[in-house]
T-cell receptor, first 115, second 109 residues
Framework: DTAVSQTPKYLVTQMGNDKSIKCEQNLGHDTMYWYKQDSKKFLKIMFSYNNKELIINETVPNRFSPKSPDKAHLNLHINSLELGDSAVYFC??????????????FGPGTRLTVT | GQSLEQPSEVTAVEGAIVQINCTYQTSGFYGLSWYQQHDGGAPTFLSYNALDGLEETGRFSSFLSRSDSYGYLLLQELQMKDSASYFCAVIQRDDKIIFGKGTRLHILP
């Protein structure tokens, strides 16, 4: 009974391709996030969704688009992949309405390699 | 602007105590969290401070001084399995969370 799951775990693709990463949480949380962790381990928030509405949209390229079919899922779609997109992408969730946004549960990560 | 500063690396000996500091500059500060991340793994939540003082959870403790914009994570009775990266993260009043760049903890036998 994994709390936050994401697929795939590894993704190797060529420049210019379009790819998606899926995320699901079974914790009943109201907010989900996408983070990018680069080779220097810097963890940067990309997006968050609260009750199917985008509430944080950091300065990421518009080639990245989050899609949330329901509050348990937040998928990340990436168009026209570039070499610099290579990183580990983490999905996370938290219960913001209870004031618990400080405690985030992370998925196992998706290691994206663009060649 | 917003910034968090923590040492990039810290080395300690097994069985000892180590302190990882975090200073922050941010608007609308609400609290400070700490996360642990092992190589190849996901960040996992360790502790949270919204008020000044020390919070203890087993071998780990976290401290916050809001007036000094400073906090630290204290790890006692170090074990080899504590070798990991540790991130401080500021939670703002608008529920935004900003992570520091992480401190790599090396433990020597």
């Amino acid at each position: 009974d994994t709390a936050v799951s994401q697929t795939p775990k590894y993704l190797v693709t060529q420049m210019g391709n379009d790819k998606s990463i899926k995320c699901e949480q079974n914790l009943g949380h109201d907010t989900m996030y996408w983070y990018k962790q680069d080779s220097k381990k810097f963890l940067k928030i990309m997006f968050s969704y609260n009750n199917k509405e985008l509430i944080i949209n950091e300065t990421v390229p518009n080639r990245f688009s989050p899609k949330s079919p329901d509050k348990a899922h937040l998928n990340l779609h990436i168009n026209s992949l570039e070499l610099g997109d290579s990183a580990v992408y983490f999905c996370a969730s938290s219960q913001t309405s209870g004031g618990n946004s400080y405690e985030q549960y992370f998925g196992p990560g998706t290691r994206l390699t663009v060649t | 602007g917003q910034s968090l500063e923590q040492p990039s690396e810290v080395t300690a000996v097994e069985g000892a105590i180590v302190q990882i500091n975090c200073t922050y500059q941010t608007s609308g500060f609400y609290g400070l969290s700490w996360y642990q991340q092992h190589d190849g793994g996901a960040p996992t939540f360790l502790s949270y401070n919204a008020l000044d003082g020390l919070e203890e959870t087993g071998r780990f403790s976290s401290f916050l001084s809001r007036s000094d914009s400073y906090g630290y994570l204290l790890l006692q009775e170090l074990q080899m399995k504590d070798s990991a990266s540790y991130f401080c993260a500021v939670i703002q009043r608008d529920d935004k969370i900003i992570f520091g760049k992480g401190t790599r903890l090396h433990i020597l036998p």
